[in-house]
């Protein structure tokens, strides 16, 4: 036992000593574990990375992902068995195609997919999502429940295998993807197929958005697929497309807009109770035994931001619960045992209850998505500060959260933030010394859960669903699309965050 552990603890070095750079390139030749160069900057590494994480993600897509996949679907991962991922989740690909339009709009071509593929991948979507909501399934039809339905086989036929169901997140997610594309088309930055496409889109949207306004305060499974209830990241995303719907639809269609924002008006109290102030922070599912920490808080905000969670990023509300769900990851998994500075990055995993270990089941792991959305949340901190030129305003309870983004700068913490609760709310004016502190410990904390992501990311630039939580192998699903889509996301908001403060 001694042994193991003296090996475990070595390895262990070794491979933070790579993170930060100082382990030689022989040293990591261990085959699926970590980049070819560690001695490659941070920025250099994102940029190759970040293409090969877009081919990725399109690789997964129809019919490139294989002779039965159809055009349109997006392949969750094409791991086939243990775990066999070979279907399309509604929920995986409405998040998929999301992040993939964002590219779009940043004019993003390789050597493998230009824009001209992107807009065909855009339309096979939508082809196969009008057939996929009219295909009746175990959930029922169009118009009895069957928008609920949350994942079909590859050729768009129905999943007939027991499964947890419904799952009422799929319809908003696709509903918020495809009206980001009709955001892209009104802007002028489609071509003349997607202008082609723009009656076909609305038409679409209007079953899911039905179907969202009439189910928000009914139970269904989370995002992972294991509790049934009223979750918070379902209601974000149900809340976030109301509120968009309204918008789209607004002149087109005013009684129907009108509609959905009253919908979206009405489930504020409802989000507004995820906030636990018994616990001190936000809870994913309500009236559950676990304890509510979760990455699917932080994916939701994420997404829906402000206006489907009405909480906002910097609120106390979501940094106090982002303060807990890091510190509880830092102590939870082995891998993180070298990472404890308070702010350095680290891997991150579902929820503490977690024993879903990528196959079977025994012991939760780190997920890459959900370490790609805590670096997301740091720039996305930078980016609500910046644009807004808004005052940073802590409260007592996180405290510590900003004191740590302030040691290692000029700035003395404790004069700035005191330890008296009385001095609370605290301001920080954009124009202090403190707030820019503030602002560049954000964008390095940010930049280590990158540095994690590198770490565990193979020279090719895989990445599956997973980490070991001991070794840091990747383990489960092999090329898991959103894990890649996740990566994405999180490097175009560090772009916008570093732009806004140069």
Partial sequence: MHLIR??????TLISINAEAGVIPEYVLNTGNHYSANALQSLDSWIEEHRIKAFNYAVDNIGPRAGPEVVPGTVVASPSR?????FYQWIRDAGLTIHSLIDEYANGTTTDKYSLEDLE?????????????????????????????????EVDGSPFTGAWGRPQRDGPPIRALALMHYVDIIRSGKGDALADQLLDSIIDLLLPDLQYTAETWGFNGFDLWEEVSGIHFFTASMQRQALLQGA????SSHPRIAAYLHAEAMTMGPLIRNFYDSRRGHLVETLYSSRSGLDAALFLAMNHAKQEGTTFSCASCEVLSTLMRYIKDNRARYPVNFQRQSPTSGVAVGRYPEDVYDGVGMSRGNPWFLATAAMAEQMYNLVIVHEKEGSVIVPCRAVRDFYRELLVESSVDPDTVLPQSAEAYPVRIGPDSEAYDAIIRGLLKYGDSFIAVIRHHTDAEGRMSEQLDAVTGFQRGAHDLTWSYCAFLDAVRARAIAYSLTA
């Fill in 6 to 11: 003296l090996c475990l603890t070595i390895w």
């Fill in 81 to 85: 068995e243990y775990p066999n991922y």
């Fill in 120 to 152: 065909l991948i855009f339309a096979n979507y939508i082809e196969l999502s009008r057939q996929v909501q009219r295909t009746s399934n175990p959930s029922g039809t169009m118009y009895t429940g069957g928008l609920g339905e949350p994942k079909f």
């Fill in 247 to 250: 918008l789209v639809l607004s």
